[in-house]
């Protein structure tokens, strides 16, 4: 069974800095292409960040510059990196590989 579970969201100030982990099991992170994507409320789910299996990486305008995407195939692991958070961050932050997806990761920008 393919799971993917989502850590280290959390309520932070702006300007702050967090880092998300997306963890699986049941699916060789390693061989796959992994993204980020978040929903803030009221609005529709939209794509942050993506990471081959080859280590390239892109990411959306809207965090381009304060994002970072890894990953540590090691631990089956994909990293989110955001800094510089603005309010406008404030969403719940999923990954997906292939069809499967997490349960998503709530980070709140707030003063």
């Known amino acids: 069974q393919v799971q993917l579970v989502e850590s280290g969201g959390g309520l932070v100030q702006p300007g702050g800095s967090l880092r998300l982990s997306c963890v699986a099991s049941?699916?060789?992170?390693?061989?796959?292409?992994v993204g980020w994507y978040r929903q803030a409320p009221g609005k529709e789910r939209e794509w942050v960040a993506t990471i081959t299996s080859s280590g390239n990486a892109n990411a959306a305008n809207s965090v381009k510059g304060r994002s970072t995407i890894s990953r540590d195939n090691a631990k089956n692991t994909v990293y989110l990196q955001l800094n510089s958070l603005k309010l406008e961050d404030t969403a719940v932050y999923y990954c997906?590989?292939?069809?499967?997806w997490g349960k998503g990761t709530l980070v709140t920008v707030s003063s």
């Open positions: 997906k590989q292939g069809t499967y």
């Open positions: 049941g699916i060789d992170f390693s061989i796959n292409t």
